[in-house]
């Protein structure tokens, strides 16, 4: 006889439909297993509040182990979706379905089947948050990820499924954005560039540029074809087509598109799909931390890539590149969401705290003249003479405030914009203009500056004015500090993605300037997932 072989997901059903015909073959009465079997759910699920309040909800009756349809659709949907996982960045280790499947396999009463009813719902919620909310908590993992995952209470998880369709509730759970789908299809592609083999040998050459040949440009070519980025040529010449491809190249890597392949240029050209499908897992894991809806109208500022854009309806109305904070654990801009409720032109920099004891303080206390540009204040608000003792202060005792007056020196410039929230962060103009055009912007103390901050105003204010350029000048030629509300707030969104898709879904890749994508690699290899035909 030809043996019959059996998905894990048919295994999984045949067990649940013995167990419940066994139990019902019991001789008890219809009563006593009822009774049997809402006992045995509530014992289960005593432990667990979220569990416990559902079934109280419902009298305790079951969504998976009863002997109707709905029930068997329902298990047949979830260990679907198990078996599937993998196609989200998941492992499916997880869900440890063969523990499930031998407590299936000895139940024998309708006792036994409210205890796997339990059971299978702690299965399902478990993969209903993970592929939801994601599997890990941000702020656990580093500092500055101060995200709040919007977290759903896990009743409501088993209350929506019970009255959706099992099939659709399941595929509807992960995020349906064009980030998502974009990564999702990106993370198959480069699977089966590993099964290929990767993207060829290494570029070994410390710098090539046009004009050059030899067995390096040749392997940086058959690099730039596999990628995607040349046409299939022969040629062992730094050519004009190889130079286009290299340009395509660096901007679709935040790197500076000249054309030359230098170190840092080749540094990227040499990783491999698996290194780039690290950074998918992790962007996909990063897409679940946010909320389903971004807003019609919101701002997004993506560290990694060094710019801050206003997205109207899914599109970029406009984009300017940013600096952000300096790669020092007390400068490192934090990764959160708020909304912006205002602007100030001709701002006064109130210096925080950290940066009077940490930088200005040392100076005072060797030259009371030092920071000439910064008035100082008791908690009056009087101005306080240069000719005070300052050495006298340490960072704890200093008792007094530092201001800098509204002017084009500021070190906010003209503008800011305020999101106000706990970690002072914000937007905001800079004096020091030269930063943007370096290819890495990493210099601030962690509030995010803008290169063209008067046009970012413009497009901010254009909801609100007729001639928005023509209001924020009539403000700004005053020099006086002038607070403008927004009469619509806007969602702000502080990113780190080292893959992110553009319009078109092309997904592009960044460096992973602070470590955090390292950081959420390891937590998530800790949670079982590894990349293909590599153990751990």
Same mark, same amino acid.
């Given at each position: 006889?030809?043996?019959?072989?059996?998905?894990?997901?048919?295994?999984?059903?045949?067990?649940?439909?013995?167990?419940?015909g066994l139990a019902l073959a019991a001789p008890a009465s219809a009563r006593a297993q009822?009774?049997?079997?809402?006992?045995?759910?509530?014992?289960?699920?005593?432990?667990?509040? @979220?569990?416990? +309040?559902?079934?109280?909800?419902?009298?305790?009756?079951?969504?998976?182990?009863?002997?109707?349809?709905?029930?068997?659709?329902?298990?047949?949907?979830?260990?679907?979706?198990?078996?599937?996982?993998?196609?989200?960045?998941?492992? @499916?280790?997880?869900?440890?379905?063969?523990?499930?499947?031998?407590?299936?396999?000895?139940?024998?009463?309708?006792?036994?089947?409210?205890?796997?009813?339990?059971?299978?719902?702690?299965?399902?919620?478990?993969?209903?948050?993970?592929?939801?909310? /994601?599997?890990?908590?941000?702020?656990?993992?580093? /500092?500055?990820?101060?995200?709040?995952?919007?977290?759903?209470?896990?009743?409501?998880?088993?209350?929506?499924?019970?009255?959706?369709?099992?099939?659709?509730?399941?595929?509807?759970?992960?995020?349906?954005?064009?980030?998502?789908?974009?990564?999702?299809?990106?993370?198959?592609?480069?699977?089966?560039?590993?099964?290929?083999? /990767?993207? !060829?040998?290494?570029?070994?050459?410390?710098?090539?540029?046009?004009?050059?040949?030899?067995?390096?440009?040749?392997?940086?070519?058959?690099?730039?074809?596999?990628?995607?980025?040349?046409?299939?040529?022969?040629?062992?010449?730094?050519?004009?087509?190889?130079?286009?491809?290299?340009?395509?190249?660096?901007?679709?890597? !935040?790197?500076?598109?000249? !054309?030359?392949?230098?170190?840092?240029?080749?540094?990227?050209?040499?990783?491999?799909?698996?290194?780039?499908?690290?950074?998918?897992? %992790?962007?996909?894991?990063?897409?679940?931390?946010?909320?389903?809806?971004?807003?019609?109208?919101?701002?997004? %500022?993506?560290? &990694?890539?060094?710019?801050?854009?206003?997205?109207?309806?899914?599109?970029?109305?406009?984009?300017?590149?940013?600096?952000? !904070?300096?790669?020092?654990?007390?400068?490192?801009?934090?990764?959160?969401?708020?909304?912006?409720?205002?602007?100030?032109?001709?701002?006064?920099?109130?210096?925080?705290?950290?940066?009077?004891?940490?930088?200005?303080?040392?100076?005072?206390?060797?030259?009371?003249?030092?920071?000439?540009?910064?008035?100082?204040? @008791?908690?009056?608000?009087?101005?306080?003479?240069?000719?005070?003792?300052?050495?006298?202060?340490?960072?704890?005792?200093?008792?007094?405030?530092?201001?800098?007056?509204?002017?084009?020196?500021?070190?906010?410039?003209?503008?800011?914009?305020?999101?106000?929230?706990?970690?002072?962060?914000?937007?905001?103009?800079?004096?020091?203009?030269?930063?943007?055009?370096?290819?890495?912007?990493?210099?601030?103390? /962690?509030?995010?500056?803008?290169?063209?901050?008067?046009?970012?105003?413009?497009?901010?204010?254009?909801?609100?004015?007729?001639?928005?350029?023509?209001?924020?000048?009539?403000?700004?030629?005053?020099?006086?500090?002038?607070?403008?509300?927004?009469?619509?707030?806007?969602? %702000?969104?502080?990113?780190?993605? &080292?893959?992110?898709?553009?319009?078109?879904?092309?997904?592009?890749?960044?460096?992973?300037?602070?470590?955090?994508? +390292?950081?959420?690699?390891?937590a998530l290899n800790r949670a079982g997932l590894a990349l293909p035909g590599v153990q751990g």
């Open positions: 006889m030809t043996p019959v072989f059996r998905s894990p997901v048919s295994r999984f059903l045949t067990g649940v439909t013995l167990a419940v009822v009774t049997a079997f809402k006992q045995a759910v509530a014992e289960a699920a005593s432990a667990d509040s @979220d569990i416990a +309040a559902f079934y109280r909800g419902r009298g305790f009756r079951p969504i998976w182990t009863g002997e109707g349809h709905q029930d068997l659709a329902r298990r047949a949907a979830l260990l679907d979706a198990i078996e599937n996982v993998g196609t989200h960045g998941i492992p @499916d280790a997880r869900y440890d379905v063969d523990a499930m499947r031998a407590l299936m396999a000895e139940a024998r009463t309708t006792r036994d089947l409210g205890f796997v009813e339990v059971e299978i719902s702690k299965l399902f919620l478990r993969y209903a948050k993970d592929l939801d909310t /994601g599997m890990l908590k941000p702020s656990t993992i580093d /500092g500055g990820m101060l995200r709040e995952v919007p977290l759903k209470e896990r009743s409501i998880y088993l209350e929506e499924f019970a009255a959706a369709d099992p099939t659709v509730y399941l595929r509807d759970l992960a995020p349906n954005t064009p980030q998502y789908l974009a990564l999702a299809k990106t993370r198959l592609n480069l699977e089966q560039q590993i099964a290929a083999g /990767g993207w !060829g040998p290494t570029v070994r050459a410390k710098k090539l540029e046009p004009g050059m040949s030899g067995s390096a440009v040749v392997a940086l070519r058959d690099r730039l074809i596999a990628m995607g980025f040349l046409r299939r040529s022969v040629t062992d010449t730094f050519d004009p087509g190889i130079e286009r491809a290299l340009q395509a190249f660096q901007r679709a890597h !935040g790197l500076e598109p000249d !054309g030359v392949a230098g170190p840092g240029t080749l540094e990227e050209i040499n990783r491999s799909p698996s290194d780039r499908l690290r950074s998918v897992l %992790v962007a996909m894991e990063r897409e679940r931390w946010l909320p389903d809806q971004l807003g019609d109208r919101h701002i997004l %500022v993506n560290q &990694t890539d060094f710019t801050a854009k206003i997205i109207d309806e899914g599109a970029v109305t406009f984009e300017t590149r940013s600096v952000i !904070g300096k790669n020092t654990s007390d400068r490192r801009s934090p990764e959160f969401s708020d909304e912006m409720e205002h602007m100030v032109i001709n701002p006064s920099w109130y210096v925080p705290r950290s940066i009077i004891t940490k930088e200005y303080l040392p100076k005072l206390r060797a030259n009371p003249n030092a920071v000439g540009h910064l008035e100082i204040t @008791d908690s009056r608000g009087r101005r306080v003479g240069r000719d005070t003792d300052f050495s006298q202060y340490s960072a704890r005792s200093f008792p007094f405030a530092m201001r800098q007056p509204p002017g084009k020196k500021n070190a906010l410039g003209l503008v800011k914009f305020m999101f106000p929230n706990k970690h002072n962060i914000y937007l905001h103009d800079t004096p020091q203009k030269h930063l943007f055009a370096r290819e890495v912007r990493a210099y601030s103390h /962690g509030c995010i500056r803008l290169a063209e901050p008067f046009d970012f105003a413009y497009t901010i204010l254009a909801l609100q004015e007729v001639d928005p350029k023509g209001y924020f000048h009539r403000i700004l030629d005053t020099g006086k500090e002038t607070k403008v509300v927004l009469e619509q707030k806007i969602p %702000v969104h502080i990113i780190y993605r &080292t893959a992110y898709a553009t319009p078109k879904g092309v997904v592009e890749y960044r460096r992973d300037i602070y470590g955090r994508d +390292a950081k959420i690699w390891e």
